[in-house]
Structure formats: C-alpha cells, structure tokens
C-alpha cells in the first residue's frame, strides 16, 4: 500500500492515486494530511475508487500498524546512515515482492515540501532512494510515486520483439540485387567497365537494410516495376 | 531528448521538465503545444532553464528532423502492428542508451487525451510501451514522462547494501544467549527440569535477530545490566 504522509497538494494525491491504479496497487492511506486537499482530491472529477475509499490516520505508528514491511522513500541517500538505504532497482523490488507474499507491505512518502522526517525514519525497516541526477534530487510526488510503483514491479518482457518479425531469406535479398543492379545499368548509373564493384555496392547496400520478409517482397515488386518499365523504354 | 506533441495542460508540460531534470536529460521539443499551455508553463515559479530553452516545431518530422533514433511512447499494446512494439524493460533502455552514443534520440510523448497518432507514429522507429494493469492503462503525461526516464536510465546498484552492516558473531550472540538465559532463569520465566529446551529457545530467537555486531553490543550491556540487577535483588 502506499502512504502519504502530510501530502499538501490534491493534485498530488490524486496523483499518487491515479499510478496507483495504473500499476495495480490497491490502498491507499494518508497520515495528517491537509485537510483541504484531502477534500479537494476526493470530490475532483474522475476520482478513483481507491481515492474514496483511501484511509486516514493520525500517526505513521497507526498508518503502517498492520504491515510487516515498512520503507520510507527518500530522495537524500546518506542523511540517515542508521537505517539500511537501498536504490530503486530489481533487488529492492524483489525484496518488496517477496514480503507481498506474506504481509502488507507500507511504502511512505513525505510531503512535498521536506519529504520524510527522521522521526518517520524510524518507523520504517529499510529507506529507499529513486536514483535521480545528483544536481535535481528532489522529484514531484505523484511523479515519485509513479516511478517507485514502477520499479517495483516485476520487469516486463517484450511480448513482441522487434526481433521476431521475419527476417527476408538471402534468395529474396539477391533477387532485388539482381532487379537494382539490371535497372542501375539501363540507367546508366553503373559505368562501363565497373560492374563487379557496383554488383557488390548494390549487394551490401541492400543487406544493411536488414528488409523483413514482407519488405523484400514490396521492394522487390517496385524494382521489377522499374525495371520493366526501364526495358519497355530502351525498346522504343 | 523528450519530445511532447499537442500537451495541453501547463501542469504536465512543467512536470515532463521537471522529470528531464531529475534523470538528466537535457533537450525538451514541442509540437504544436496549447500555445496558452506552453507560455503559463514557461512563466510558472521554479520553470527550470530547460523549460525556457524548449524548441516549438509545427510537425513531428521537424522536431525529429536531426535525430537518429525517433522512439513513439503508447499505453496501448496492439494498436498498430506495423511498428515494433517494445516494453519499458532493461532491454529497450539499453538499446536507447545504445543508440544515444552515436546520435540524438528523441521520446515522443502524445497529448494527454489521445497520445499519438498513427500518423506520429510513422516518424518513429518503434514504439514503446509502460507495463501498466491491463484495466488502467492511460497515465499521466508528467508521469509517463518520469517513468520512461527512470525505465530507461541504467539501473543502479545498492551503495550502502543493507549486507554490508558487519553482522554480529556468534561468540557475541552467545554472550547474550547465557545472560538472556540466567536473567529468565532468575525471573522464574524457566521452568524447572526444562532448562536445555529453554536455552535453545533463547539461542535459536537470538540467531532469528540477524543481530548486527552493533546492535549485538548494545543488546548484550541491557541484558547484563538487566541481569546485575535481577541479581541484586536476589541477595536482599
């Protein structure tokens, strides 16, 4: 679940509400926050369901009572050296997977203005540190909360690897050589006496251009083309 | 370079340039943008000289026009099968990092009700995708932007491992072990004709701590200090 702890700003908390609803997580709670915003976050068109029903507490004590795992966000990496800091990476994320497995897991942010207090600090098992250009550590909140949700969920494979499309055969690949070269030639682009280099010009040309199956074969169709028509005028 | 095409809200611009700052990038491009958008943006309190830098370009070609690598961002997975689709993953940071040696790279990023086009598309080399929860797909535009920063920067290791923490030895776990012990003992907390299983129960509960040489050293003064008094009290 994610706790925002004295969050100041309603377009904050709706948000932290909305990555929270894009990266699946389900409870939200807030710890003191201003009233007003609170407010205004909640009744503000296309509130979520998870905003409506987030929970308000008193105390982080009371916030994170029922969670086994508790971790403070800080954009600061060494203000605190006696809590263990980790970055936002596939260790942490896994180590937060992990206790998901068999408890409720607090992930605390401060509010905007100075973020987590040392006294929040001790609440939490472990701080984590989204690692940011050292000149502009500090981030937007409902940006924080974003990216924290998002490098904490398990990496994604590519389902559709650019990889995968089909790659055009060799044959295909000569064909279009051959096609180029034969249209290059009526053309007059290929100069007398220089065939065989421009042949392999053509050639090495046409394999960088890595062509897919289905691209050989449209190439190849426009080069006939051309070509064809390149014949039908050298006969007349 | 990151590059939005049609935002319309002032918020998002200012928060997609807040995100460049936090993830080092440098370069932020303009299509079109809501001309009342781009100028609130630029005057807002704390607009960063990256936001004041901004080029506006009246088409995607000619914001793209001097990139090598031309990236389109959407949060739908199979609109459009003629581009490769990737995810935000590890691999797609890497081949963007890749490309950025030898080239300008730009991000595109569509506006906040429709994202982009087919017709942006068709500038782009591939496209990419944020794995979000199947039902809640759209982001944020401010967050989008700093999740793809974060997804593609490398990741970066634990500086301060929680590992690292000199962990206690077992001669010191044992201290305490025996002190705990004779004070339980002392307290009547040890039954009698039970005393074997009770001091493995202490042992194996001192052993779960996963006690740091530290924390160890501390624990074992208030367990001496604990039993000299229990002891004390013993003898009037």
Redesign the interface.
Known sequence: MVVLVRPRNP?NIG?AA??M????ARQLRLVNPYAVAFREARSAVGASGLLKNAQEFNSVAEAVADCSLVVGTTAV??RD?QH?????????GSAIRTALKSGRVALLFGSEKIGLTNEDFTHCH?LLN????E??????L???V??CL??L?P????????QE?EPAASGEIEKITQGLYEALKISGYVKPGNDAVSEKKVRRLMLRFNLQAMDAKVLLGMVRQMLWKLRQAGKN
């Open positions: 377009l948000a909305r990555a609803s894009n990266f699946g990496r060494n050296l263990p800091l980790r970055r936002l990476n596939d260790q942490s472990w989204i690692p940011t250009h000149h502009h550590i500090s981030m937007n409902g940006q924080a974003a990216v998002f490098g969920s990496r994604v494979a590519d389902e559709v690897s650019p499309a």
